[in-house]
């Protein structure tokens, strides 16, 4: 069964700071892998996204990689603003039912 | 971008009642849909998977009799929570997947805040 595990759980950091956020699966026979945005009460705002067969993304202050073989996805923010608070979810899905397995988030606050 | 929209937003219903939230892919046909909980500060657990004309598959300890799905059209699902208790509010969101395009990408709904008095 696949699980997905992100670290840190919570983050505060000044703004301006270029961060990286983690996230862990245990199944590499992936179809893709996604990050989101949660903002607090509010619904799921996708970033990224990597096929399987796709090592990073990009878009804007954002870049997610994607190391299929050891289990591993970095999303890097740089030159951190306010804004960027939220809770950011990594969300894996198998090749199998193809269903999405979120990780439990990580919970950021960029101060101003 | 592809859009999914659910109603209603919010809901507050009384204990033994039950409530209906909708889910729309509103430019895309979506033959699979997905519905999910999240309890507060826990991240989205899937519980269940639903097809077009189909019954739908439900997550290990999900109570279907509990949590009526139904997808009579390709771009509608419904969840019908009955005879709510205050256990059950959550935030419910739904997903859908656009099955006429490769690589059949997977959107989400803005989610349903349900509270049951």
């Known amino acids: 069964k696949q699980e997905v595990t992100q670290i840190p759980a919570a983050l505060s950091v000044p703004e301006g700071e270029n961060l990286v956020l983690n996230c862990s699966f245990t199944?590499?026979?992936?179809?893709?892998l996604q990050w989101f945005r949660q903002d607090p009460g509010k619904g799921l705002t996708s970033l990224l996204l990597?096929?399987?067969?796709?090592r990073e993304q990009t878009s804007g202050r954002l870049n997610a990689s994607l190391d299929k073989s050891s289990g591993r996805s970095t999303l890097y923010i740089a030159a951190s603003q306010p804004g960027d608070s939220a809770t950011y979810l990594c969300?894996?899905?198998?090749?199998?039912?193809?269903?999405?397995?979120f990780g439990p988030g990580t919970r950021l606050s960029v101060l101003p | 971008g592809a859009v999914v929209s659910q109603h209603p937003s919010r809901v507050i219903c009384k204990s033994g009642t039950s409530v209906k939230i909708e889910c729309r892919s509103l430019?895309?046909?979506?033959?699979?849909m997905f519905w999910y909980r999240q309890f507060p500060k826990q991240s989205l657990m899937l519980m269940a998977t639903?097809?077009?004309?189909?019954?739908?598959?439900?997550e290990q300890g999900v109570e279907k009799d509990k949590f009526l799905i139904n997808h009579a059209s390709l771009t509608l699902s419904t969840l019908t929570v009955t005879s709510a208790h205050p256990e059950d509010s959550s935030f419910y969101i739904c997903?859908?997947?656009?099955?006429?395009?490769?690589?059949?990408?997977?959107?989400f709904g803005p989610g349903t805040r349900l509270t049951v008095t």
């Open positions: 990597i096929q399987s067969s796709q």
């Open positions: 997903s859908a997947r656009d099955t006429g395009l490769f690589p059949y990408e997977q959107y």
């Open positions: 199944d590499s026979a992936i179809y893709n």
């Open positions: 430019d895309f046909q979506a033959t699979t």
């Open positions: 969300a894996v899905r198998d090749n199998y039912g193809q269903n999405f397995v």
């Open positions: 639903s097809n077009e004309g189909s019954k739908a598959t439900y």
